[in-house]
């Protein structure tokens, strides 16, 4: 089993570091490691926004402490992200009733080559590390099927920090409540995951307590968070078809992979045995909890559901171990199936970022970096150029969003970008050039003589709640241009 954990991870995480070059840095990208920051400066543990999961810092903070830039951030993270082979191949194990180490190859390799799971990887939003956190949930249930007496606290911790990642995987306490009253538990072991379980979701609980206090009554205030990215004209079929449809067919480039005639063929072979009932329950309840949770708030999506992936591949593998050699030629086929390689979502987005956060490096400070988008895509934002200068140990004084402060500005889209007066040249990049003004007044002085006015301006807001939280300054903010 440790031989094909090793290997899974090994064909897992080559595509993933190929992704993380080009991944996202956007701010809905790297807010998980924005709130890592602040955790880290003393400030609270609060989502980067409402609907977002309340422990996103908790997965992005050891890529926090480790990296020194942008590039080795994403790096670390792809690293990250890998780890949902070997976590799925060992669930496998567990649950094969015969050819442990062939069940645990095979679901490996499946999940190591999932298009929807690159994809989830290079966007981050898209899931961020729930994946990885439901194949730990099954690995705990495996064992738990196994009378391991850590197993029920492992699978009910692993669900509740999917949860903490994307609040979809809720779906995954569905499962995990489907499948406990097959697993047969000791009275001991279910007190203590139920006992953690109840502190691990404080968090969560805290959260939503602070949410409902909006001032428009409490079901109010949550239900305008539960239905921010809701599509009700699209109506219950339309979201469940259009989910299980890109899903199956969209992520793995129109053609129907072999991954999902394997998986049924090993949910069927599963389905005599009794001790594998728990982790097929804890499949199925998953796969209704989310597209449930998801139809009650109009907003189901495809990328919803890659966070079944190592669940549902440790359960056909398993299955498929009951033939021999057939879970790892499930794998190996999978692998070499031809699908679509990841779009690249903000191409050179880290270096690009580590580039701009190095000329930062050289300028007095303190210094506020704004944005400046004139048309267009977004090319250049001033959170992933900071968050770079903060983990190449910039000092967080040597940037400020309130006050006194010279300004850079990134700008983006210029259609005939006007000469900048000498020394004002930062850096110029494909995507867009970075401008630096002695104070505020001289920028925003720019910015209204310019030909082309910017359709928005800001961006500051971000970087400031992770390198000050304790100033409460920045809240009033409101990310006012400078």
Known sequence: MGLAAALSFAAALPPRLAVAVDASTGSDAIGQHLAALAVLGGGPWAPPNPEG??????????????????????????AQAALIAPLCALAAALIAPRRPAQAALGAGLVVAADPGLLDTLGVAFRGYGAPELAAAAALGLGLAARGAPGG?????????AALGQHPMAAGLLIGLAAAAPVLR???????????????????RLLTLVQQARCGAGALACLGAVAHSSSEPAVGAAGLLERALHDRILVDFGGSLSPTWPGLLLGALLLLPLRRARPPLLFGIGALVGICGLGLSIDSLRPYHLRALSGPLAAVGAAGLARLPLAAPAWGLLVAAWPAPAPLPVDRGGPARGDALAA??????????????FFDGPVGLEPAPVVLSAALSGQPADHFTAVGPAGVVLLCSGEAAPPDPAPGRLLLTLPAGRALHFADRPSAAGWLRAHPQPPGQVGGALDWAKALHPDDPRVEELLDSPP
């Open 359 to 372: 000329a930062l490096a050289a300028l007095p400070g303190p210094l506020r970096v704004d944005a400046a």
């Open 152 to 160: 029920p606290a492992l699978a009910l911790l692993a669900a509740l």
């Open 185 to 203: 538990l000791r009275r001991g072991p279910a007190l203590i995951a139920l006992l953690l379980g109840g502190l691990a979701y404080l968090p």
């Open 53 to 78: 999961g309340h422990a996103l810092w908790l997965l992005a903070l050891p890529a926090v402490l480790l990296a020194d830039d942008l590039q080795e951030l994403m790096a670390l993270r792809a």
